[in-house]
Structures are given as C-alpha cells and as structure tokens.
C-alpha cells in the first residue's frame, strides 16, 4: 500500500503541469513502428552472475483513431552457473484514441521461472487518458483496465483472479536523451492483499537517428507465488536499442 501511496502522490505532482499539447493526427494510411532493445549484465567475484534481455515491440496505427502494439520481453539469466531467469511476456493492447480519451483491450501470455509460473494468461478492457502528448513522443498518461486472468503454477495449484490494472506511463526526452517510465498497480478485486507492482524504467541516448544507448531498470512484486521463489525481482542493465519507422 505504500508503493501506491507513493504513487498517487507522484501523480498529484505531476497532475497540475498538464497542458493542450496533442499528437498531430496523421492521414489515413497504416504506420508501422519498430523498436527493439537488448540488454544485459555480468558480475563475476561474490556472485557470477549474467543476464541477457531483450524487449521487441512492433506498433501498428491506421488512420486517425487506432492502434495496434504488439510486444515481446524475454530475459535469461544464471547465477552461479545455474539457472535462474527465464521469462516470457507477449501482449497485445489494441486501442482507440480521441483527443486525450483511449479505450483499450489487453491481452497477454506469461511464463516465468523466477516466480514459479508455468503459464499465465489474460483478458481484459479498460478506458484511459493523455494528460499530455505531441508530436515528439513525449507523453504522461493513465490507464485502468479490469483484467481477468488464469495463472498455473510450477507447484500444481492454479489461480483464477479478476484484477484492477492502473498504469501511469511517462514518456519525456532531452535533447539526446529520452526517459520512460511504466509503473502498474494490480491488486484483486476480491482481495486487496493480493497484488502485483512493477516498474520498468529507461534511459536511452541517441547515438544515431535509429540506434541508443540503453540503461534498464526493472522491479516487480507479486504477493502470490510458488514455495522457494522470491516475491520480489530487480535487474539493472545496459544495452543498446533500434527503432525505425514504415
């Protein structure tokens, strides 16, 4: 409850410096947006450790109102010569946008070796809304979509769990440099004490007109989870990242 404390309270910052600003709407003609990003960490000494990452994600816009991202996030890792990461994220968030009103669908396919989780599907829709956004990429945006989802875990047991979904997203650049930041608070909407938080934040600065250099931080919690797994998981990484447009 802290975290959304801390969260609400970022969001109150942030809430009176909004502006008109919009994205210029484009013709009516498909665009294909594609990023990609890999990632990684090693240490060596007290701990070896190495971990590989990589996000790809691929957006489809056709015309004035909708949009199609598709996104994948794989990451690898052992410690000590055993294996300790494998994870898995595909999903998909159709929308359809209006000045600064979105409506979105989600959904989504989850492994993860680190928390014990076999499979873990979702379903889910949800409004949402542009505080600000232009034409450079910049934006600071809310989203709360109802989820519902089934998650099958390594130990056997499987658990089907309605959730809320806020997300505050923020997008901001700097001359060379672009941050961005995605922050989720899950909790069940029958029981507040199961919940999920996670953060995904990243530094990139522009090498080329397609090609950055990349520093990743990734938390997340999640009050459910198998017998001997950490509920918590933070990685650091540096890597770089491509993105064009068609």
């Not at 975290?3 to 294909?32: E, H, K, M």
């Not at 949402?128 to 099958?152: C, H, K, M, P």
Request: with cysteine; hydrophobic share 35%.
């Amino acid at each position: 409850m802290s975290r959304l404390y801390v969260l609400l309270c970022f969001f109150g910052l942030l809430l009176p410096f909004t502006t008109r600003a919009q994205n210029q709407q484009q013709a009516d003609t498909t665009l294909i947006v594609y990023a990609g990003q890999l990632t990684g960490a090693y240490s060596r000494g007290g701990v070896n450790r190495v971990l590989l990452a990589t996000t790809q994600a691929i957006t489809f816009t056709r015309g004035k109102h909708l949009g199609l991202p598709l996104n994948l996030n794989f990451a690898y890792g052992k410690q000590d010569g055993l294996l300790r990461e494998r994870e898995l994220l595909l999903n998909a968030t159709p929308y359809y946008y209006k000045g600064r009103f979105r409506a979105y669908a989600l959904g989504g396919f989850e492994r993860s070796n680190l928390r014990g989780i076999t499979r873990r599907v979702q379903l889910g829709a949800g409004p949402g809304w542009a505080f600000y956004s232009d034409t450079l990429g910049r934006e600071l945006s809310v989203s709360n979509l109802i989820i519902r989802e089934q998650t099958n875990f390594l130990d056997g047991t499987t658990k089907v769990t309605a959730r809320n979904s806020a997300r505050l997203k923020v997008v901001y650049l700097f001359r060379l440099l672009t941050f961005n930041s995605t922050t989720l608070y899950q909790p069940s909407l029958g029981d507040i004490s199961n919940y999920r938080f996670s953060n995904v934040s990243t530094a990139a600065l522009k090498l080329t007109n397609d090609l950055a250099l990349t520093l990743s931080y990734n938390y997340s919690h999640e009050s459910q989870f198998s017998e001997g797994k950490s509920p918590d998981n933070t990685n650091i990484t540096i890597g770089f990242s491509y993105a064009t447009k068609r």
